[in-house]
Nanobody
């Protein structure tokens, strides 16, 4: 089992920045690909970004490309999502998810472990 705990959400004005963290425990963090998803009220959970278990590949949804950066610190067992130039439409609950040594799928069904989510609210 892998336990994931997100933090860093909050209320920010449009154009501002936030950095989300995803703290992992339970298994060897460096063996797990890490992804971020988000879910706005009344909408499906959607892919945001992914970083492979070895950090060799990152991939972003078109809606966040150039504004968000995913990273990981395997020594600290923590993943990050740096979010800049936030927009009102980025408002959602953000979830981190993990699966074992995958090459970064974007479908939520591919991930075995999920955090509880952290709320990000962007005011316009």
């Amino acid at each position: 089992q892998v336990q994931l705990v997100e933090s860093g959400g909050g209320l920010v004005q449009a154009g501002g920045s936030l950095r989300l963290s995803c703290a992992a425990s339970g298994r060897t963090f460096s063996d797990y690909t890490l992804a971020w998803f988000r879910q706005a009220p009344g909408k499906e959970r959607e892919f945001v970004a992914v970083i492979t278990w070895n950090g060799g590949r990152t991939y972003y949804a078109d809606s966040v490309k150039g504004r968000f950066t995913i990273s990981r610190d395997n020594n600290q067992n923590t993943g990050y999502l740096q979010m800049n130039s936030l927009k009102f439409e980025d408002t959602a609950v953000y979830y981190c998810a993990a699966n074992f040594k995958s090459w970064g799928p974007t479908g939520k069904e591919s991930y075995d472990y999920w955090g509880q989510g952290t709320q990000v609210t962007v005011s316009s």
